[in-house]
Nanobody, 121 residues
């Protein structure tokens, strides 16, 4: 009932910037928390950043002070501004959204399709 579409990934040089976007669509009753995960080859998926409906944010220590998560509730969209990118940031980035579809009485976690971020010179 809820679909997430990601965009903004790509190849950048170390120190560069990217802005990821994830838009939720469908028959949505409400959206609570939104966030970004990433997974590098051979590693577990890890939480990068999250943001509550009220705007409280959390970041992984490895990205704090470099990444900024934000949301536009009118557009059902979450963003991840990534500055000062490092090679170790290379991964597939997945957005996730806690949303309640109109046909259900509870929230469910939805995932985007993933977008590749590669940081290399």
């Amino acid at each position: 009932q809820v679909q997430l579409v990601e965009s903004g990934g790509g190849l950048v040089q170390p120190g560069g910037s990217l802005r990821l976007s994830c838009a939720a669509s469908g028959s949505i009753f409400s959206i609570n928390a939104m966030g970004w995960y990433r997974q590098a080859p051979g590693k577990q998926r890890e939480l990068v950043a999250s943001i509550t409906k009220g705007g409280r944010t959390d970041y992984a220590d490895s990205v704090k002070d470099r990444f900024t998560i934000s949301r536009d509730n009118a557009k059902n969209t979450v963003y991840l501004q990534m500055n000062g990118l490092k090679p170790e940031d290379t991964a597939v980035y997945y957005c996730n959204v806690e949303a309640r579809p109109r046909s259900w009485a509870y929230e469910h976690l939805y995932w985007g399709q993933g977008t590749q971020v590669t940081v290399s010179s």
